[in-house]
């Protein structure tokens, strides 16, 4: 596609139960990001990907979270036994590679509810 | 916790006048990056400007970098309604892969 594609757009689950949210970066982007954007706490990184390795999970924040990516293109990000404070909305970026000094194309985001 | 702070948080100006945003950070960086987010969408990439540069243009866009003042700013020029959104400042680092550490931003707003 032509830009970086993220599913579901809107996610209402209750607390407690587990999500999954997906992305899909521009085809040929090596390096992918994901970035949580909430009132509170503004945009912050969470963890990103060189291929399919993942050199900085840094900002996850607890173990309920989770993310993997597989052939180099899709990426999940898993959140277990969800909580009112992920309610957020989670954001994907692609670039070139992890290289330093990359503009970051981002999607729209999937704005995640929790009940 | 949050890398940089911008300044003045909100922003209201009439169509025609110059906007200016200003970010500053507290570690030493590769690169800072300037981002434009309209409501309910994601970030769209505006500029970005190495740690070796001082100045950089794209059309009415203008951001300077003092590494001495760990600071930076955006002009935008003869703004326009379409130019109403928030601004971040996103700083990147040595050896941090492309990891971005974003400002809490600024909501601008241009008045027809």
């Known amino acids: 596609g032509a830009g970086v594609s993220q599913s579901p757009s809107n996610k209402v689950t209750e607390k407690g139960k587990d999500v999954e949210l997906r992305c899909d970066p521009i085809s040929g982007h090596t390096a992918l990001y994901w970035y949580r954007q909430s009132l509170g706490q503004g945009l912050e990184f969470l963890i990103y990907?060189?291929?399919?390795?993942?050199?900085?999970k840094s900002g996850l924040p607890s173990d309920r979270f989770s993310a993997e990516r597989t052939g180099g293109s899709v990426s999940t990000l898993t959140i277990q036994r969800t909580q009112q404070e992920d309610s957020a909305v989670y954001l994907c970026?692609?670039?070139?590679?992890?290289?330093?000094?990359?503009?970051?194309?981002f999607g729209d985001g999937t704005r995640l509810s929790i009940l | 916790s949050q890398q940089g702070e911008e300044d003045p948080q909100a922003l209201s100006i009439q169509e025609g006048e110059n906007a200016t945003m200003n970010c500053s950070y507290k570690t030493s960086i590769n690169n800072l990056q300037w981002y434009r987010q309209n409501s309910g969408r994601g970030l769209v990439h505006l500029i970005l400007i190495r740690s070796n540069e001082r100045e950089k243009h794209s059309g009415r866009l203008r951001v300077t970098l003092d590494t001495s003042k760990k600071s930076s700013s955006l002009l935008i020029t003869a703004s326009r309604a379409a130019d109403t959104a928030s601004y971040f400042c996103?700083?990147?680092?040595?050896?941090?892969?492309?990891?971005?550490?974003f400002g809490q931003g600024t909501e601008l707003s241009v008045k027809p």
């Open positions: 970026a692609s670039s070139l590679d992890a290289g330093q000094a990359q503009p970051q194309h």
């Open positions: 996103a700083t990147g680092f040595y050896n941090q892969g492309g990891k971005l550490i």
């Open positions: 990907f060189q291929g399919n390795s993942a050199p900085d």
